[in-house]
């Protein structure tokens, strides 16, 4: 089992920038893929940003102003956020996926832009 537990989030005006972070906990040896969502209120959760071993994938909205990193020695992933605005407005998951495919999830960090 894998828990993530993340931090960093909070309200921001637009133009401004955020921290989230995101530490796993528990049988870490087998995560493959770290990474973030976001869901907003009514909307589906999409994908943030995703971090494997040497690659990084991100969703079309964030890229350029959105850094995802990971620190292996802390279990730790990263999302830095750069240039916020008023859409990005939504609650940020972390994800993590093992060797086995299976799927871990945060209990989620509410982030806020106001305009």
């Known amino acids: 089992q894998v828990q993530l537990v993340e931090s960093g989030g909070g309200l921001v005006q637009a133009g401004g920038s955020l921290r989230l972070s995101c530490t796993a906990s528990g049988t870490i040896f087998r995560l493959n893929t770290m990474g973030w969502y976001r869901q907003a209120p009514g909307k589906q959760r999409d994908l943030v940003a995703i971090i494997t071993t040497g690659s990084t994938m991100y969703g079309d909205s964030v890229k350029g102003r959105f850094t995802i990193s990971r620190d292996n020695a802390k279990n730790t992933v990263y999302l830095r956020m750069n240039s916020l605005k008023p859409d990005d407005t939504a609650v940020y998951y972390c994800?993590?996926?093992?060797?086995?495919?299976?799927?871990?999830w945060g209990q989620g960090t509410q982030v806020t832009v106001s305009s």
């Open positions: 994800n993590a996926v093992d060797s086995y495919a299976k799927a871990y």
